[in-house]
Nanobody, 123 residues
Framework: QVQLVESGGGLVQAGGSLRLSCAAS????????MGWFRQAPGKEREFVAA????????DYADSVKGRFTISRDNAINTVYLQMNSLKPEDTAVYYC????????????????WGQGTQVTVSS
């Protein structure tokens, strides 16, 4: 079992940066694939980024590729999402998720979810 807690959200101007953190508890974190998803008001939850359990493989949504970077530190059970060049359309609640399987873009395949952290980008 893995429990996830996100932090680092907030209000930022367009063009700015934020770094989200997701702290995990549980002894299986280092063998858990991790992902970030986001959900804007009135929209479906969408995939943002994913990282394999060793951190070797990463995947990004086209909308964030080149601006966002996912990383993890298994020594402290934490996964990060560095967000640069933020745009108003990045405004959403961002969720950290974990899977016992291979990390994918499909939210329903993730086993663990955090409570979410709000990111608001002003124009």
């Amino acid at each position: 079992q893995v429990q996830l807690v996100e932090s680092g959200g907030g209000l930022v101007q367009a063009g700015g940066s934020l770094r989200l953190s997701c702290a995990a508890s549980g002894r299986t974190f280092s063998s858990t694939g991790m992902g970030w998803f986001r959900q804007a008001p009135g929209k479906e939850r969408e995939f943002v980024a994913a990282i394999s359990w060793k951190g070797i493989s990463t995947d990004y949504a086209d909308s964030v590729k080149g601006r966002f970077t996912i990383s993890r530190d298994n020594a402290i059970n934490t996964v990060y999402l560095q967000m640069n060049s933020l745009k108003p359309e990045d405004t959403a609640v961002y969720y950290c998720a974990g899977t016992r399987g291979i990390p994918t873009r499909i939210a329903s395949l993730y086993d663990y979810w955090g409570q979410g952290t709000q990111v608001t980008v002003s124009s």
